[in-house]
């Protein structure tokens, strides 16, 4: 199932930066300082995280779970993006929580959106 997927991935996301603080202030504040980092993290590892969600999507839209109006490459940024802004605002809330909790809600937003 896609959206089981996602959710995996998402969580797995979420979990890997939740279980460690310092690394997660690594990942989302001090190494987006290098643009020599950001531009090598892009090239590989990055493009092979953004490849399986945009697969996930894919395979989504090929099997009629997801709109085929939507290019999935974009909409991997997307929710990547979605994750991403999680990380960054449990770094900052003074709000103790545990981060991969959110991966659910995140993607069940990102399928469902705000449509009744």
Known sequence: DPVDRLRCLARLHLQRLGRDR?????FQVELRQSTK?????????????????RDAIAEGQASGVFTTTVNPTLAAKALFG?????????ILSRRRYDLASEAD????????????
């Not at 310092?22 to 690594?26: P, R, S, T, Y």
């Not at 809600?105 to 009744?116: C, I, S």
């Open 22 to 26: 310092d690394l997660a202030v690594v």
């Open 105 to 116: 809600a995140v993607v069940n937003l990102f399928v469902n959106g705000l449509v009744t």
């Open 37 to 53: 980092f950001m531009e090598q993290l892009s090239s590989s590892q990055f493009r092979t995280y953004l490849g399986q969600l």
């Open 82 to 90: 979605a994750l991403d802004e999680m990380a960054t605002n449990w």
